[in-house]
């Protein structure tokens, strides 16, 4: 058993409690959360850090299988040259993905990521992701205009559903984005839809989706009523009438990934506006095709730095409990309450006095 204490403690599950203590036990599950008011009692053995402690991380999306293009595309191409330089750089030898692949999940892990929602194009990452102290859910992406290749595309997204159960790890058909699929292929997508399971969208990422989608709103808000919940990832150019409709389904959640943002448009999402219509906001690194750390910590303090007038607890919560939600994790993740695993990250480099996450802000897994 361990009893835990920080300047602050953000448990997610509530207000930050100043000096509070977590107990954990011997598995890491929390014991209890002590509110002290400030006053920390001189309990024997109480390990106390100077900054603020908070649940492990959860990235609500990521590229694995696409680690092996860390630094190949040069930031500030916009949109649709990002998307030509990984169709045109993404092939690669099973080894060199493999390889580039489990050094990014160690990345995450000491970044402090409990859990991950990863697209998957292919099988190579399934041992990975099977062997990882990561909890993944696999989105098993599907795309392509051609009407002609929609059911070997299906073919192949199946076979990648087959091998991540294989590897006891859950797994849903998804579409790459609204824009992105043949209506052969949309049909196919909606055969294979399980009512219970979450997807993920690439949404609203550049103006140029709203020429290519035949009323893209209506098109999510469909897909949204066909599953238990649906990740809007993105939405770097999603105006505020288009964010209230879509919130409106009540099971959308919109996944924010700045660091790569800025890398590929040098745009960021609106944040506060987002934060206003509502509350489902969650974060994800994206991959090192399109950011040079898988840092969820350096995006949440960018998130914060876009509306440094939200508070920061309320950030904290879209990068653990709000993410733990969205992933379907919440029983035992995302947030510091009894009976829960869901680690404890120390975050060193805080700004104490304004409570802002810094640029030199960086995690350490104590649990």
Known sequence: MRRISAQYIFTSAGKPLKRGIV?????????????????????????????????????????????????????GGGLGSFITSVRDRREASPATVIAAAAGAD??????????????????????????????????????????????????VALEVIEEMHAARLPAQITPHSLYSVSEPLSGLIREHLNPGAVISVHFLESDDERKMTHNHVEAALELAGMVSGLLLVHNTVITREEAERVAMAGNTWFCLCPSSNLHISGLMPPVAMLNEVTGR??????????SDRLSMITGLRLLHDAAPRIPVDEIIRWGTINGARALGTDATLGSLEPGKRPGLLLV?????????LIPESRVRRLI
Do not use: W
């Open 23 to 75: 107990t954990v036990d011997g598995d890491g599950t929390v014991i209890s959360v002590e509110d002290t008011g400030g006053n920390l009692p001189e309990y024997g053995g109480t390990e106390f850090y100077n900054g603020i402690i908070i649940p492990g991380l959860v990235n609500c999306h990521a590229h694995l299988e696409l680690s092996h293009m860390r630094g190949e595309i040069p930031p």
């Open 106 to 155: 160690r990345e995450m892990l000491e970044e402090g990521i409990v859990a991950c929602g990863d697209i998957s194009n292919n099988t190579l990452t399934a041992r990975i992701k099977s062997e990882s102290e990561i909890k993944y859910i696999t989105f098993a992406e599907v795309f392509g205009l051609d009407p002609a290749v929609a059911e070997s595309r299906m073919r």
């Open 281 to 290: 906001i969650v974060a994800g690194t994206d991959s090192l095709a399109s």
């Open 348 to 356: 060193e480099q805080f700004d104490l006095l304004n409570m802002r």
